[in-house]
């Protein structure tokens, strides 16, 4: 007899497909993403986020529920494929 003690590995498949937008912050001019994984079939609200470089708000436009998890990262660098910044 054999006995093929074989676990398929399960893992929880609860990881939603995140989506980035990239923002640009008003006060300081430095750009970000805003990551969430909320469905963008849902109705887009206005959601303050904070520029996580100098903290200064700015509202933007996000499926409902999107903040409840979302992220925000900076975004190294100058502005990619717009000329020069200044
Ligand atoms: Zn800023």
């Known amino acids: 007899m054999s006995y093929i003690g074989f676990m398929p590995d399960t893992q929880p498949a609860s990881m ?5 937008e990239q923002h640009r912050c008003p006060h300081c001019g430095s750009r970000f993403e805003v990551w969430h994984s909320a469905d963008p079939v849902e109705p887009a609200v206005d959601v303050e986020v904070r520029c996580p ?3 200064g708000p700015h509202v933007v436009s996000l499926p409902r529920g999107a903040e ?3 992220r925000v990262d900076p ?12």
């Open 16 to 20: 939603a497909a995140r989506r980035n």
């Open 53 to 55: 470089c100098c903290g």
């Open 68 to 70: 409840k998890d979302m």
């Open 75 to 86: 975004l190294p660098g100058p502005e990619p494929d717009t000329g020069v910044v200044d």
